[in-house]
């Protein structure tokens, strides 16, 4: 009985420290919106909350992975561009492989796809924004345009992806 029980221990332990924690994701101000992101990313790249990245202390390169005439509308604060379909990899050159990295983009499909490539790339500290500078405005947190001066304008990609970006919340360009 003695022997059963060590054995059946010894299997729970290797179970349970086997068994990964499912990490939790953030959330966005709307639901309809947080169900929109997890149905269009596939979580390849760890994810970190808007609230996260405005309260993190620690030094961070935040990349914007839209295209330059997005950027240029408005992007978040010391936000540097690096591009989807042809990526600005200067700026990476500034970046050590260990540093903490965030990307976004719209929403979260092209940053999470530039992270992978940055990933491939050997960086090993590589965040995706969830919900990206739409989440960034919704949560009213500022932007600013190419000369850093702050706006309220965010270019939404297109009319339909506009509506994800709150009614009041920032002048829509498309």
């Not at 796809?113 to 990933?119: T, V």
């Amino acid at each position: 009985m003695k022997k059963i029980l060590f054995h059946f221990s010894f299997l729970l332990i290797a179970i349970t420290s086997c068994a990964q924690i499912p990490e939790v994701r953030p959330a966005t101000v709307n639901p309809a919106f947080d169900q929109k992101i997890s149905q269009t990313i596939s979580f390849t790249v760890p994810t970190m909350s808007v609230q996260s990245l405005k309260e993190t202390k620690e030094k961070v390169y935040i990349l914007d992975a839209r295209e330059k005439e997005e950027y240029d509308v408005s992007h978040i604060p010391n936000a540097q561009y690096i591009g989807y379909n042809q990526l600005e990899n200067s700026v990476l050159t500034s970046i050590p492989k260990d540093g903490k990295v965030v990307l976004y983009c719209s929403i979260g499909y092209r940053s999470e796809k530039i992270g992978e490539k940055l990933r491939k790339k050997g960086f090993t500290n590589v965040h995706n924004l969830y919900g990206s500078i739409f989440e960034w405005v919704n949560q009213d947190y500022e932007v600013v345009d190419k000369n850093g001066q702050t706006t309220q304008k965010v270019h939404t990609y297109n009319k339909n992806w506009s509506q994800w970006v709150e009614a009041g919340k920032a002048e829509k360009i498309w």
